[in-house]
């Protein structure tokens, strides 16, 4: 599975932006798929994560009730959408995709198999 990530930029706090993952080969129904980033001097960190199927989502606890993650099969394709942004979302996004499997946590950086390269998202205050 290859993926690529685009949608990052500048934008002012409040704002919103959409990130957007496209995934090539056939099976991309059957990955769990996440988002994480990483800021300048962090750690990367989970930021939200959809099933297989789209029927469960998680987020990390400082995103959830803004962001919102959503996936088109069809499409080969997940979403992040992003609202009331704040300057500590800046950081580089990346999707990573792991197949689901029963018990996996989707929170762990080290569940995904394949990332994509990371998009940038700066929000100024």
């Known amino acids: 599975v290859q993926l690529q990530a685009f949608g990052g930029g500048l934008v002012q706090a409040g704002g919103s932006l959409r990130l957007s993952c496209a995934a090539s080969g056939r099976t991309f129904s059957r990955y769990a798929m996440g988002w994480f980033r990483q800021a300048p001097g962090k750690e990367r960190e989970f930021v939200a994560a959809?099933?297989?199927?789209?029927?469960?989502?998680y987020y990390a606890d400082s995103v959830k009730g803004r962001f919102i993650i959503s996936r088109d099969n069809a499409k080969n394709t997940v979403y992040l959408q992003m609202n009331s942004l704040k300057p500590e979302d800046t950081a580089v996004y990346s999707c990573a995709a792991s197949p689901d499997y029963s018990g996996m946590s989707y929170y762990s950086p080290s569940e995904y198999d394949y990332w994509g390269q990371g998009t940038e998202v700066t929000v100024s205050s």
């Open positions: 959809i099933s297989w199927s789209g029927g469960s989502t």
